[in-house]
């Protein structure tokens, strides 16, 4: 395992090529194995603070696969792939999720993907000496903030729209709208829902300050200051920072962790602070995308 970094936590009974990529902090479980054959050019790149659970298996072909930062893989889940895989920050996934990327899949940053849910990019089974044509391998896309709330199916050669909801049990077999909110099998759009209300900066700024207020409660060695559009959160007698600003970002320096309430965007530095505070907030306050 020659491509990983030390920071992480893989159990000694993971299987993991050394063609594969491993960036710092992730944690990886009992008997999770990780595969890309040796003889292709392909290659696995994952990046920071991931957690792959007990059991998952990860076998990639030629198309390869990315995976970015503080995604959640839990137990018992296959992702398969032929073509090329991409899957972006912040996403989770239930255990016993199926994910096959032979006609290339790319995922999204903040997609949720609940237990039982199968993602596919192709269709094959009867044969073709035979007529069958029901065959095809075609790329699907999941855009950012997409939710499958559980044992939802996903057809191959589909779009899901940014912050759409699929409803448990949705056969998604066409492409979605983004806000929108599908139900049934074959999944059909639900005209009168919406989980989503519009929200301003400022109000971004203020929920943000009850998050570092409850944060700093359980921490003592954690403060806080605040102005009218500026929240830093610090160690004591140390020069780490996490600054929450409403603008774009403009400032990169090291120690300090930048988060902008406007674009979601912040300055990956991976301090313990950061990293602390960030796994206190990501699961569904709020999450945000490195600047790369």
């Known amino acids: 395992m020659k491509n990983i970094d030390e920071d992480n936590e893989i159990d000694l009974s993971a299987k993991i090529d050394e063609n594969v990529i491993i960036g710092k ?56 792939g032929g073509k090329s895989m991409k899957i972006g920050h912040n996403c989770w996934f239930g255990q016993n999720t199926i994910i096959d990327s032979s006609g290339g899949l790319e995922i999204g940053n903040g997609v949720r993907v609940g237990m039982y849910s199968q993602i596919w990019t192709h269709v094959a089974s009867g044969e073709l000496i035979e007529g069958c044509t029901l065959y095809g391998m075609k790329k699907t896309t999941i855009e950012d903030d997409v939710w499958l709330v559980g044992s939802c199916m996903v057809s191959s050669g589909i779009t899901l729209g940014e912050k759409g909801i699929c409803l448990s049990g949705s056969n998604i077999t066409k492409d979605t709208l983004s806000n929108s909110v599908y139900s049934g099998s074959p999944a059909k759009i639900m005209e009168k829902l919406n989980f989503y209300k519009p929200i301003s900066t400022i109000e971004k700024l203020n929920l943000m300050l009850k998050w570092v207020e409850n944060y700093c409660s359980f921490n003592n060695n954690v403060t806080f200051s605040k102005t009218d559009d500026t929240i830093i959160l610090y160690i004591n007698d140390t020069s780490e920072r996490l600054i929450f600003i409403c603008e774009e970002i403009k400032q990169n320096k090291k120690d300090t962790t930048y988060f902008s309430l406007k674009t979601k965007h912040y300055t990956k530095q991976l301090t313990s602070l950061e ?12 999450r945000f995308i490195p600047i790369i």
């Open 275 to 286: 990293r602390d505070f960030y796994r206190f907030i990501y699961g569904y306050k709020a």
């Open 25 to 80: 902090f992730n944690k990886i479980g009992k008997n999770v194995v990780i595969q890309c054959p040796k003889n292709i050019n392909a290659k696995i790149d994952i990046g920071d603070c991931n957690i792959i659970n007990d059991n998952t298996r990860i076998f990639i072909g030629e198309g390869g696969l990315t995976i970015g930062d503080w995604n959640v893989f839990h137990n018992d889940m296959l992702i398969i």
